[in-house]
């Protein structure tokens, strides 16, 4: 038998990985799997609380989380199509339009 | 046993993680998330929830992860190999990303509070399927229509997004033709 703590550590380990992706790649595309990386983690967690407790909710949130996922995700590749093909660049350093 | 699976399945996760963001190739950073992705699945099954596994490898796997293969591979992303991380900024990142950490591992090890909450009140259950799609189905109707509204959105707004210039260039070809 697993502790629960286990998939906590595990996943917290995780999210920081994908956050030091977000924060520190240039690419956008290997920032979005980042992103990626970040969400499955937390769904690793809602998982093992829901296994923990005895309660179908945590699944619940984590299918809501991986269709909530998918719509995002064909969205940015949609936004990132659609900049490259008028900046042509994928540098989140040269991405400046909005002055952020 | 099953401590084994978990240790073997989190140290695979944890190396395939760290070559996301650590590989010079998007290609290759795409293909160790798919490796990932396919230990986070294996995860799911030892915490008894076997539909979020197979929901994981169809949908991860098989559609979010394909797609970012398609756009890596349709757009030239080979030139920028050189410069993986950015330049400027990096002492305030990782001051964040430490921060980050100490936090949610001080958290884990020291809160009393959380140990309380995890003291385990597991039950094996019969049919976990089925006790999620009763709930589902029974108790979260509507966020579940409201997602597949939202997928529907979603869909319609990356077909304009991806296509917009094309119709742009048509219309103004028409108008032209007009014009002649």
């Keep these: 038998m697993i502790p629960i703590s286990w998939y906590l550590i595990l996943g917290a380990i995780l999210f920081i990985i994908g956050g030091a992706g977000v924060l520190l790649r240039r690419n956008v595309l290997i920032v979005l799997m980042s992103l990626e990386l970040m969400l499955n983690s937390v769904n690793i967690n809602l998982i093992a609380f829901g296994y923990e407790m005895n309660d179908p909710r945590g699944q619940i949130m984590a299918i809501f989380i991986i269709a909530i996922t998918a719509a995002e995700v064909a969205v940015a590749l949609g936004i990132l199509v659609a900049l490259l093909r008028n900046k042509h660049t994928l540098e989140v350093d040269n991405l400046t339009i909005m002055k952020g | ?180």
């Design chain 2, 1 to 180: 046993m099953e401590q084994q699976f978990f240790i073997l399945l989190a140290l695979v996760a944890i190396g395939s993680g760290l070559l996301v963001v650590i590989a010079r190739n998007p290609i290759h950073s795409a293909l160790s998330l798919v490796a990932c992705f396919v230990q986070i699945a294996a995860l799911f099954v030892l915490l008894g929830s076997p539909f979020l596994a197979v929901i994981q490898i169809f949908v991860y796997v098989g559609a979010i992860m394909v797609l970012f293969l398609f756009v890596i591979m349709m757009l030239d992303v080979r030139k920028e190999a050189h410069t993986r991380f950015i330049q400027n900024g990096v002492m305030p990142t990782f001051l964040v990303l430490l921060a980050l950490a100490s936090e949610l591992l001080l958290l884990l090890s020291q809160s009393s509070r959380l140990h309380a909450v995890m003291a385990s009140q597991r039950v094996i259950v019969d049919e976990p399927t089925k006790h999620l799609s009763l709930s589902l189905f029974r108790d979260f109707l509507l966020p579940f229509e409201v997602a597949s509204v939202i997928l529907l959105v979603a869909l319609i707004g990356a077909v304009v997004l991806a296509r917009s210039e094309d119709r742009t260039e048509s219309t103004q070809k028409t108008t032209e033709e007009a014009a002649k």
